[in-house]
């Protein structure tokens, strides 16, 4: 069978990071983390202890289960996250193409952070934003209008 490639997004915080896997069935979540950190490097990053990552050992990546255990209550705290392991290959691991992995960092202390994946932003009223095309338009007609 033909190993076809994946891409998966490492979320923390506001930041999204996009990490191509051409061989899931080989590539193992170490190489995922390297690339990770060859990433982080390679980019302007605000975030100060983002960009101070030079070694794999410093972030963890965790993943939601795929199917909550029926016996398990949900946690008041939020969703339970399983960290993944370095030596096991992505497809092992349970990855899917376009999955969503969360990205926590080793604090001084040698503690690992809480995840914290940002969440976009509701629109308020979609009403309000039907109606600009039409302001626009009426805008745009005016100015042809004064121009002739």
Not at 10 to 26: D, E, G, L, M, W
Not at 46 to 69: E, F, G, R, Y
Not at 71 to 99: E, F, H, I, M, N
């Amino acid at each position: 069978m033909a190993s076809t490639s994946q891409y998966y997004r490492v979320k923390r915080h506001t930041q999204t990071i996009f990490i191509n896997s051409a061989n899931p069935n080989s590539e193992r979540v170490l190489d995922l983390k390297h690339k990770i950190v060859k990433a982080l490097a390679s980019t302007k990053n605000p975030d100060p202890a983002a960009a101070a990552v030079s070694v794999p050992a410093d972030l963890q990546l965790l993943v939601l289960p795929a199917k909550p255990s029926s016996g398990s209550a949900s946690s008041p705290s939020g969703p339970q996250y399983t960290p993944l392991v370095d030596s096991k290959t992505l497809q092992a691991s349970g990855l899917v193409d376009q999955q969503v992995i969360a990205m926590t960092l080793k604090t001084r202390d040698g503690a690992w952070e809480d995840v914290s994946i940002a969440q976009p932003e509701a629109l308020a009223d979609l009403d309000d934003l039907e109606d600009e095309p039409e302001e626009v338009e009426a805008v745009r007609s005016a100015k042809g209008k004064e121009r002739a």
